[in-house]
């Protein structure tokens, strides 16, 4: 969805791009649960559209990888532990 809004540009098609991420050290899939899903429609504070990265992340207590400014803000009210990619 951010490829075809122009908001990322992928070296590769999504499936290869997908394969070789998924393959990269420290890199997991994981499903969504219903903890996860319930986390993300209870958000503490304000948020915006990526609720269930972000729960997913909460749940999972994993560092979230991002340069999503409202991302790393929620960060630093301490909902969240995030590396800022912008730095």
Request: charge should be positive; proline fraction near 5%; charged fraction near 25%.
């Amino acid at each position: 969805m951010l490829e075809m809004k122009g908001r990322i540009k992928l070296t590769e098609p999504i499936k290869i791009w997908l394969r070789e991420t998924l393959s990269a050290p420290g890199i997991k899939s994981v499903n969504l649960t219903p903890k996860i899903v319930t986390d993300s429609i209870n958000l503490p504070g304000k948020f915006h559209s990526d609720r269930l990265i972000v729960s997913t992340s909460r749940i999972l207590g994993a560092e979230l990888i991002t340069y999503d400014k409202e991302i790393i803000r929620y960060s630093k009210a301490g909902y969240i532990k995030v590396f800022n990619s912008t730095k």
